[in-house]
């Protein structure tokens, strides 16, 4: 099964300990299950069962491919503490600031994700306004609202007896920035005014 455009990044544990990262456009539990079946050749194939750990979801493959080189070059303590979500543990080891997606776990913890990044004074960027309103610095990603309004046309266009295949792929075309003042002045930041007038939402 293939998952219309974008990719997911994902990185599993090995049976070594180590870490694996790849990028997929296959759904993630297919592609877990060819890593243990050893249908690919390579790092993986000598280190089965490997486990998922973490995965993020990006509209553009390109997206997920850059962030993939660059977790690669961190060092294995630095990939231990960020599957482990240890915020002090990557401000020891030099993160500067984390960029957090959407997703139906990560919502799930939203309001602790952003306690943890204003204690550990890590600067956070998430996908859902929702993250902000929980205290979060700063979110931008397709608005929800729109989102809805876009399945309910496609709903309504198969009702009508149009076949699901025939539709076309759309994509989020609304997006929304949202600040959260309190947050930047608790870490110590300034807001330029070019992006406070951008904003769609600034939580005071």
Not at 102 to 127: D, K
Not at 174 to 186: G, Q, Y
Request: glycine share 8%.
């Amino acid at each position: 099964m293939k998952v219309a455009e974008g990719a997911f990044l994902y990185i599993v544990r090995c049976s070594d300990g180590s870490f694996y990262i790849g990028t997929t456009r296959t759904a993630l539990e297919t592609r877990i299950a060819q890593h243990n079946a050893g249908t690919f050749a390579g790092y993986t194939a000598t280190r089965r069962p490997v486990t998922l750990v973490f995965s993020q979801w990006f509209d553009r493959i390109t997206d997920a491919i850059e962030n993939e080189r660059k977790l690669k070059k961190w060092s294995r303590a630095k990939k231990e503490a960020f599957v482990q979500g240890d915020f002090a543990r990557l401000r020891q080891l030099g993160a500067a600031g984390l960029v957090i997606s959407g997703g139906a776990f990560l919502t799930n913890y939203g309001e602790q994700l952003a306690v943890l990044a204003v204690r550990h004074a890590v600067p956070t960027i998430f996908q859902s306004r929702e993250f902000v309103l929980a205290g979060g610095l700063l979110s931008y990603g397709a608005a929800l609202t729109d989102a809805y309004r876009l399945v309910g046309n496609y709903a309504g266009r198969i009702l009508k007896g149009e076949k699901p295949a025939d539709l076309p792929v759309v994509q989020p075309t609304k997006f929304e920035l949202a600040i959260n003042l309190k947050t930047a002045r608790t870490l110590g930041l300034t807001v330029p005014s070019t992006l406070l007038t951008s904003a769609d939402e600034i939580v005071e």
